[in-house]
């Protein structure tokens, strides 16, 4: 008996050494990965740490963040609240939302070196390529693969290593159902070019964004060929995305091409009449990463506290306050409402591929809608 109790301890302590030296062999394979892969990224001129510790260690000694971005200002009390509980010890946040009237104001401050004091720049796809030589070196996707920065790799460019999108923007179909039954509403996007739409019956934004979207899908020269068409439907056509929500839920229209899913799910939150509705028509218009993306810029005072940052955006906590203020946290987050209303659907996705490409469609786009090519 003594011998059977003496032979299970042994037994026991074996496969605790066996476990062990399992995970110290782990460990130590990890370890020269995570070093291999630094290495790798400062030959490259990127740079890279190799613990989450440091990166805190040297927020800690800024203390500070400035940060441009696309987010709505309703969204940046709650976002700071947040990072601030995370990590206390960045006490002087400054957010600031830059519209579209900014863009090209912003990047011209940024070329003539006139941007100093700001950490984060937003990138809107525009700009993107002209962005790209004032942004620092910091390889995110790599610190992201190997854990040291807590963001999902598929929201950092691939190629560049150093932007960062933390949202995604689906197009819908919207529609009052005072005006139209549900069974009635195009539940694919050709169905927008039946007869019976034909003449003032649905809205659609001047800029073909939620169009240009259908390209991953379908390849440039077919969505052109859709959007010639679909201009000879005669639509009310729009400027201001917004108002054309606001006009289906007053009845003024009855259908809503393509407007973005958030803003209509906030438009139907605050719709006291209940007529206003949407539908997910297929492929799912997906700009999973070219919008609100964001980089550390090169002359940024607070680079350190700027990684904490785009790891807090990107976290559950971050995305839950995005989801919440704004309905379109990343497609790329398990239970984002985007993701929950896209599960099982074919989508047509533009991804980081598509990042320098988006000004170069938007521009044939609305050429086949048939408006004039707008001066340089």
């Known amino acids: 008996m003594r011998t059977t109790g003496l032979n299970k301890i042994v037994v026991s302590f074996a496969l605790f050494l066996l476990l062990l030296m399992l995970v110290t062999t782990h460990a130590v394979a990890a370890s020269a990965d995570l070093l291999k892969a630094k290495k790798g990224a400062e030959a490259q001129g990127y740079i890279f740490f190799a613990t989450h510790d440091e990166i805190a260690e040297r927020a800690k000694k800024e203390g500070k963040i400035r940060v441009m971005t696309g987010l709505e200002s309703g969204t940046f009390k709650q976002l700071i609240n947040g990072f601030k509980q995370k990590y206390p010890f960045i006490t002087d946040i400054y957010v600031e939302e830059i519209t579209v ?216 906590e971050g995305q839950k306050i995005i989801d919440k203020y704004e309905g379109n946290a990343s497609v790329f987050t398990p239970g984002s409402a985007a993701e929950q209303v896209t599960r099982g659907k074919k989508l047509s996705v533009v991804d980081w591929n598509h990042f320098t490409k988006v000004p170069e469609w938007d521009e044939k786009l609305f050429e086949a809608f048939g408006f004039p090519k707008a001066d340089k």
């Open 101 to 316: 009237d900014a863009f090209q104001r912003v990047m011209l401050e940024i070329k003539a070196g006139q941007a100093k004091g700001w950490d984060i720049a937003y990138i809107p796809p525009e700009y993107g390529k002209e962005y790209i030589p004032y942004l620092m070196k910091s390889d995110l996707l790599g610190m992201a693969q190997h854990g040291v920065l807590r963001i999902d790799p598929r929201m950092i460019h691939p190629g560049e290593r150093n932007i960062v999108s933390v949202t995604s923007n689906i197009s819908v179909v919207a529609y009052n159902k005072k005006l139209i039954s549900e069974d009635k509403v195009p539940a694919k996007w050709e169905d927008f070019l039946k007869p019976e739409f034909k003449g003032k019956k649905f809205a659609v934004q001047l800029r073909p964004k939620h169009v240009m979207a259908l390209v991953p899908a379908w390849g440039l020269e077919r969505t052109l060929d859709y959007a010639r068409k679909l201009a000879a439907q005669q639509p009310v056509w729009g400027s201001a995305a917004g108002r054309l929500i606001t006009a289906v839920a007053a009845r003024e229209y009855s259908l809503n091409f393509g407007p973005n899913f958030a803003a209509v799910k906030r438009r139907i939150d605050r719709d006291p009449t209940g007529s206003l509705n949407y539908k997910i028509a297929e492929p799912v218009p997906t700009t999973a990463v070219v919008y609100q993306a964001g980089a550390i810029l090169n002359t940024a005072d607070n680079p350190h506290a700027a990684l904490l940052w785009f790891e807090f955006l990107a976290s559950p």
